[in-house]
């Protein structure tokens, strides 16, 4: 209760009088309990326990990276300053420099690989077991680490005049930019339980669907995820996924590239969106699996389905093996439902994180009939059971559209997708048909001696947490002419040319001087920031890093079209990019319309959260507050219309 100024003034004259000892003090009055209120509807206790625990769960799952070094970030930034860009874009840049990106400074000592779950028992504790993979994850991160930090090491040692740059730097092209740059960091999934999300994943499943962007797809699958998948008993497909974007040209390219480099792994491309007539007469995407590439998709599965009911040769020259062995998988499956099923008979969650808890006492004592059925067999001889259906699991790094095609094969958006890599945080398993259930695994960001502006440009990492802003921006205006697609205007042309007001004698006056203007990363974040009005709130200075962040976004999330060609690809036919790097040439009022999408809000600073250079590591608040209820919803979506890239940019 709010007092009066003289109740205040009476209140503290007699508190001197106390003091004075001319009033003998008040009696003390029981201190008043706080009134508490009822809870609204929904905000009981227990409720809010569940929202903490749903939270914690969340944070428990946030994909960890390491934190980049301040001195980097301010030696890149000064340089960003400086460096001026190469221009015209050199022919070699659309060469994907897979080998100068994949290995280490010791080609036979290393070899990064994905950490292995250590052997268990049914007779181990969860303790016991927990702190097993916790002292093998350690080690792991230890060598891994070390390994790192060598070929860091190695790419950041001076390059000497005469050697090739080519051998010396691991991703830009070979430049005089490079050797004054230094060479970034690579990031990897640092989360154990991250981990144990792909080691559940590949454990369950019978097939893998490992899904690789059509636009650079070695760098979806490192040799340390290869040797890794080689060594699962599940058989591996590889899926070519946003073929719309690198274009059918290039997607072909790429598929005999991966078919003579991965000889016994069946290739797919596929697409995961059709394109409808909008409001405004504007085009617009919805998740959608062509029939072609549905066909193509279904029949590789088909295909290492039937391989895998053949007995293997070992198995085969010995009569006895042969008598006791059984296929690891269904044998009958409705290959030609499987190829029609689509909307709401498709897509009901069985099993992970979405999963319905709880039972009635029907299912109670049906359940407790069974197990008393099962105890009473396993008495006799164990006879092998056929698995009740196909398990097919989908893998791979964040930005390659899991959850996309997810929704493309079920017709209907049963799967959560976001535009921020790493949205899905628990693997789920959805049936696709009685015969077939799927497997969505989170992304993982795989170990690979890729540097850090590599990951970016193929969105792996999410924007939000990237603190090299300008160091990227550098990097990628070294593949893509950014002025030009932005239609950017030089900062010097803001200001009026002075005026030489001096005289010269005949013969005497200085030859002009070269006008031809010369790009840097600042200052193209500088127009691009004069160009959106951005300004910082104090000095009113063009707001670099937002515009810095903007562009990140619209080369991650597809909105500027980009494509690497396969090594050894003829120069010939690179050339016909016109000095335009990697950049994928569009019809002019499409790629403007695209980018004014952006502009309008689509996916732009407003949307998603900005991390400034000193938050580098911090999680952002979109994932802080995501709770896995949020993540996996067991309710049936309507089939949402949304933009083009909406559907197929970052959903993992």
Known sequence: MRRSGKQRKAELQLKRAVKRGDVAPPEAQPRRKNFRRPPKLGHSLDA???????????????????????????????????????????ADVCLLGVDHAQFGTDPVNDQLNVPRRPKWKYTMSKDDVDANEQGCFRRWMTQTDAMVERWHNQNNQPVASGTDLASAGPSIPDTTVQERMPCPPTHFERNLEVWRQLWRVTEISQILLCLLDSRCPPLHFPPSLESYLASRRAKVILVLTKVDIAGPERAEAWTAYLRKRHPGLPIVQVEAYQQKVGEQGRPVYESHLPLPFRERLVSAMRQVHEEMLIPPERVRSDEAKLKRWNPPVKREIDWNGLLHAHGKKVGSVVGGAAMPKGKGKEDAADDAQELEQEA????????????????????????????????????????????????????????????????????????????????????????SRVSAIPFCIHRIGQLLPLETILDLAHPSTNSAPVEDKRTWRDGKQPSAKDNKMHWTATEIMTAYANKKGWVTAKAGRPDIHRAGNAILRLVAEGRIAWAFWPPGTDLATVRSSGGNGIWLVRNADQHAQELDEDAEGGSGYETDEVESPDEGSEDSDEDKHATDEEEHQDADFKSVTVSRFGVLAIDD
Not at 73 to 83: N, P, S, V
């Open 48 to 90: 809010r326990l569940l929202a903490d625990d749903a939270s914690r769960a969340a944070r428990k799952l946030q994909s960890q990276f390491v934190k980049i070094d301040p001195v980097f970030l301010e030696t890149t930034k000064h340089l960003a300053a400086t460096l001026p860009l190469t221009r015209p874009i050199s």
């Open 376 to 463: 009473s067999d396993s008495e006799g001889q164990l006879e092998w059971q056929e698995p009740e259906f196909l398990t097919v699991g989908l893998i791979g790094q964040p930005n390659v559209g899991k959850s996309s095609l997810l929704n493309a094969l079920f017709g209907i958006h049963k799967v959560r997708a976001s535009r921020t890599p790493g949205k899905t945080k628990h693997f789920q398993t959805l049936f696709w048909s009685p015969d077939v259930r799927l497997v969505d695994c989170p992304g993982l960001v795989m170990p690979a001696f890729t540097p850090m502006d590599t990951q970016v440009l193929c969105g792996i990492l999410p924007i």
